[in-house]
């Protein structure tokens, strides 16, 4: 549980460096962010099991209803917070093959939610599209994971891989978060959506590749070989508009 503990504060550490860069694009009240956002820090610091609890939510210890943000970028702010909770169930699982179904379970909700964003507010004909084919193509991997889940539950005890794949499964999720905050900073609409999926989707690879190197069922590992392919095509498109439209 180490690891999952070191990998829970490096998240909440990236996430209130996420917010001081957002406020300090605001206006009105920098310098209470601020000071709310330091303060934060020095408390986790000072006591890790508080920071363990905390960093469950991927973004606490700053309240991001303040004003800070607009609508949207709460949107995808809580959307990142329940899909945060979910990854960390699957990566506390002891099977390889269990943690990489609720681990992308939980990933794939996220991008779900994401895309529903972009339908909302986005504009583009090309990056509405595409948050409409996600939609489609993960509901339907959902429901198979959901599935499988039910017959295949965690195992009682850490297996030999447990401990490398909970490390790897940690620094995945830790790196994509970073980037994920980046993204959703942006102010345009489209290129909020295309500047978080982009991170998202490279963590949905990376997460794959941990499973064919540590899983065994033949299911799991063809759902992350689709997820791989499908995905990289998918990065491929979002690099290119995020290049013609100046992001």
């Not at 917010?19 to 009105?28: D, G, I, K, T, V």
């Not at 039910?150 to 490390?167: G, H, K």
């Not at 590992?221 to 499908?230: C, N, P, Q």
Request: proline share 3%; with cysteine; net charge negative.
């Amino acid at each position: 549980m180490k690891t999952l503990k070191s990998s829970r504060f490096a998240v909440l550490t990236v996430s209130i460096s996420a917010a001081l860069m957002l406020s300090a694009c605001q206006p009105a009240n920098d310098a209470v962010e601020t000071t709310d956002a330091s303060t934060t820090i020095a408390t986790t610091t000072e006591n890790v099991a508080a920071a363990d609890n905390a960093a469950t939510d991927a973004h606490a210890g700053h309240d991001m209803t303040s004003g800070s943000m607009t609508a949207m970028h709460k949107e995808y702010n809580d959307s990142m917070t329940v899909m945060h909770d979910e990854m960390m169930v699957g990566m506390g699982y002891n099977d390889p093959d269990a943690a990489f179904a609720q681990g992308m379970l939980g990933h794939h909700i996220g991008a779900v939610d994401m895309a529903e964003i972009q339908l909302k507010y986005g504009t583009d004909a090309e990056m509405r599209q595409l948050a409409q084919e996600i939609i489609n193509a993960q509901k339907a991997e959902i429901e198979q994971m959901q599935t499988w889940l039910a017959s295949n539950p965690d195992a009682a005890e850490p297996t030999p891989d447990t401990e490398a794949m909970q490390q790897a499964y940690a620094d995945g999720m830790d790196a994509m978060h970073d980037d994920m905050m980046a993204g959703i900073a942006d102010p345009n609409p489209d290129m909020v959506f295309a500047r978080g999926m982009l991170p998202h989707h490279v963590g949905a690879i990376d997460m794959a590749e941990v499973q064919l190197k540590y899983g065994k069922d033949a299911e799991m590992r063809k759902l992350a070989e689709e997820v791989i392919a499908a995905q990289k095509a998918e990065i491929e498109q979002m690099q290119n508009w995020i290049a013609t439209h100046g992001g």
